[in-house]
C-alpha cells in the first residue's frame, strides 16, 4: 500500500458549523497512514472545512488528509473502512468503502468517485426502520444499554435525516456508567441503575437541571431551568481532546444562536482554539464551568453582537501565559442601542508565580466597543483589566485608526495583579465616558490599581475602593488626559497622582481636597440616543435665541453646534487676533445647571476659550467667569460647580473663543452641551415643561399613569403605529398665538432629493361666543421645492366651516431653512391636529415670527396660492374665482354693464371647472 491524498466531499448545504471526521476499520489492523488511521472507533481524525472538503486539522490549521491506500493488481485488498461526519460529537451521515485507487499510478484516492461507481455504500430507509425498532427495545440496564446507545446512535447516523431520531434517543434515554459521564432524566436513572457513583452527574432531559451525587444522594448542583441545554449534549467533555472541545463549544454556541437558547457549562475544560461564539449565542459558565487555553493564545473572544451570558477563562495551570485570557473585541461593533453587550466576565490567572498577561481586554481593533454593560472579575494577571485602543491594520497594510471606547459601564473586581485597571490609548480616536466601579485588591508589588496613559483619555470616573496598597501612588493619571475622575470613599490616606493640570482632572480620596471637572454626556458620541433629555442645550436654537455677537461667518452653521450629531460642525476661520462670542439666551423656565462646557474637533480647538454665565447676585443680572483658558489644548473645556449639589440658574450663557491651534487659523465646534448630574438623562428641561427632542428610549418598567389615556394626556400627544401625532394647542386669550409646527424642509439648500412632508387635519374651535357658528376643518399638506426667491409653497389647503382668525404661515430662516407656523385667534377654545410628518423636524414651539426680523415670509393662507379640488366631476382651481356674490352684479342700474360682468363671470367659472363649458 502507498500514502496518497483522501478526497472527499461532504455536502454542507447551508450547515456552517464545525464538523470532524472520523474512520473505523473492520479488520484487526489498520489502515497505516500519516495520521494513524487505526482499528479503534470513533475517535477523531479529521475534519470537514467550510467548503465541504475531508482535510487533516490539528487544531488550529488544515492541510490534505494522507493515508494509505491499495493499488490495483499489486496490493491485496485492503478492509473496509468507514468514514464518519459528526457534528458536535453527534454523528450525521457515514460511508463504507474498500481504499482501493483507480489505477496503481493514482496518488489520489477519491471517495466520491468510489461512492458513483458503486463502491461505496451508505445506509437505506429499510435499514433506519430497522435500526428504529431496535432502539425502541433497548434494555434499561446499564451494559446494555450503553452498547446499544452506541450501536444505534452510529446506525442511525447514516444519513442526514437520522439526526431527530438520534437527538430523541440522546433525551429520552441517554444512559452511561461511567463515573462522571450520566445523563438523562433522573427518575429513568435511578429506575435503571438503583444506586450511583459519589460524583456521577445526571440532567433532566425536559428541564435542563444538573443534580450531582454527594455522599449517596442526589444534590441539585445548578438550577439552569427551562431555555438551557448542557454542552455536554455537544460533546464538551473533561475528558475530550482540546481539539475535539473546541469543535463541540463552537457546535453548542452555534446551536445556541440558532434555536434561542441558553448553552450551560458546568465543568472545567480544555479547548485548542480560540471559543469565539456568533452573533446571538447566550452561553453560561455555571458553578465552577470554565475554559481552559490548551496553549498560550486567548480563552474566549466577544466579537460579534447580541451575546449575553457568562464566560469564564482559566489559565492557572501555565506558568508562561503572557496573551490576553478574554477579549471584548470592537469588530462587534457594540456601539448603538440595536447591537447590545451585556455580559458577565471572569479570568483565573496564576498567582502564585510570575504573574503575566491580561485577564480582560477591552479593544477597539477595527470597531467600537460603546455603551456595553459589563460585570468583571480578573485575578493572577499582570494587568487584570485593560481598555485598549490598539494600532492594528487595514487588509492593504495601512494603519487603522480604531473607534472608541466609550460608554461603557462596567462592575468589576480584581487582585494579584501588578497593575489592576489599566487605560491605554495606544490608536484610535479615544477612550473617554467610561464609569468603573467595584473593589481593587492591592498586594505588596502591586504598582497601581489604576494607571491611564496615552492622550485621548477623556472624561472616565472611576467610583472605587482600594485596599492594602503599599506603593506610591495608588491612582496613577496621565497628565495628557481630560476629566479622568477617581473618587475613593475609602478612610484610608490613600495616595493618588493626577496630572499637574488638576483643573482638568479629579481624585477624591475620603475627606480629602480634590478638583471638580465637567463629565460630558457619554450619548455626545452615540448616534442614536442624544438629545435635551441628556444635554439641555441640544437644539438651543429652536428652543432659545442663539445670537453671535462676533466673528467671522461659519462654514456650516453655528447651528449644528446644538444638533444631535456631532458630525456638523460650525467652523470659523480667523484672522490675527480675531475672536469668536456668541450667546444662548434662555427664557424664563430654563432649568438650572451644574456643569457645562465645549467639544472641539481635535487640533482644531482654540487656546483661548472664556465660559460665562448671567446670574441673578441679589436683584443683579451680573456676568459671571466659569473657566478662562488661555492655553488650552483640551477638545473638551468645560465647568462643573464646585459644589458637590451645587448648581446655577443662568438665564445666559457667553462663549469666547480666539488663538486657533490650527495652523490655518480654524476652530471647528462640534457642540456646547450643558448638563444638571453626571447620569445619563440628566438635562432637566424648562420648569413649566418642555419639549424632549432627539432619539429618546424608555427604559422598561417606566410609568407615566394608569391608563394609555392618562398618558396621552400627560405628554399631550398621541402616537400611533403609522407614527403620527395627535396634538392640541391650548386656548388662547385676548391675544393672537403663534406656534411654530415644523420644518416642512429635507435638505438645505433644497434639492432633487428633497422630500419633506407635512399632512393632516386640524380641527379648530372658535371664539367662546360663536360656537353656534363659527366653526371649522382643515385639510393640508405642506411641501416646499425650488431655492431663493424662486420656491414653490403651493400646498393643499381645503376648509369646510366658517371659524375665523387662524392662519398658516410659511417663512424662510436666514440660512435658507422654511418652516411652518399656525396663528390662533383670540378667546378660541382648541386646535386639535392629528398629523404625519415625513422627512421634516417638528417643533410644536410658541414662537411669534413676525417679531424675528430674520424671517422672510413666504407664503400665508390668506391669499396665498393653493392646490386645487375636485367635487363630483367638477374640478375646482385653486385660485378665488368670486370674492362676493355683488362681483357679479356690477351696476344694478345698467342691464348692459350687468350682462357684460355675468358673462365674465361665467367665463371664468368655466375655466375653473366650476360649470359645464
Known sequence: MSNVVWKFKHDRGTETAPLSVSFSVDGSHGVIGQNGVGPAKGFPDAAIDSGGDL?????????????GAARPGIDPDPDSVRLTVRKGGLPISSITFQPVLSSPAATELDINALMRAGKASSATPEQLIALGTGLAALDAKAARADTDHALSAQSLADTAQSKVAADNAVANLSVSTTRGKVYGDKAAVDAALGSHLDDDLVENAQTGDIFKRVAGAWQLLT??????????????????TAAQNAMALAAAAAFSA????????????????????PERTSFECLGWGRIRPSGNFTAIRLSKPFITGKYVADTRAMTDFTESAVIVSGDGRFYDFDRPL?????????RLTVRQGVGIDLRSDTGWVSLATLKMKSFGYETPIRYWTNPTLNLDGTPYVGGYIN?????????????????????GVEISGNRTRGQLQARPDTVHTILTTGTKLLDNLFEVKTWDFKQTYAYNLSPNGIGNIVRDGGQTPLRARISDFDEYHCATVGSLPHKRTAILPASLNNRNFSGNADDSLALSDQDFVVTQTAGPVPAGSLSNAFRELMELRAVYTLSAGQSVTFEVQFDANYASMNMWGLVFDYGWNARRVLLE????VGSVDTWVTHLDLTDNFSAFPGWQHPATTGSVAPDRLRVTLADPVDSLGRIALARVWARIGALGGRAYLKRSGGIVRGKTYFKAGLTFGATDTDIEAALNLKLDAQGSIRRKLAPTSATDVWTRLCRIQAVNPIAGNENALFSGRVILGTSTGRTGDRSATVDFAFGVRGAGNAVTVVPLLTTHGNAADWEFRVYRTADGWHDLYFKQGPYQTFALFDTLLYGGTAYWTTTDPTADGTLTQVWSSVGGARQGIEAGHYRVGGVQVVGARAAAIANPTDAATTQAALIALLAVQRAHGLIAP
Open 55 to 67: 482535510k487533516a486539522f490539528n487544531g488550529t490549521a488544515f492541510s490534505d488528509f494522507i493515508s
Open 223 to 240: 438550577n439552569v431551568g427551562a431555555g438551557y441545554v448542557s454542552a455536554r449534549r455537544f460533546g464538551v467533555s473533561p475528558t475530550n
Open 258 to 277: 440558532a434555536a434561542g437558547v441558553t448553552i450551560a457549562n458546568f465543568e472545567d475544560i480544555t479547548t485548542g482554539s480560540t471559543f469565539d461564539p
Open 342 to 350: 451585556d455580559v458577565e466576565l471572569e479570568a483565573w490567572g496564576n
Open 407 to 427: 460608554g461603557n459601564e462596567a462592575t468589576v473586581s480584581t487582585d494579584f495583579g501588578t497593575y489592576g485597571i489599566v487605560y491605554k490609548h495606544e490608536a
Open 613 to 616: 454665565a448671567r446670574v441673578k
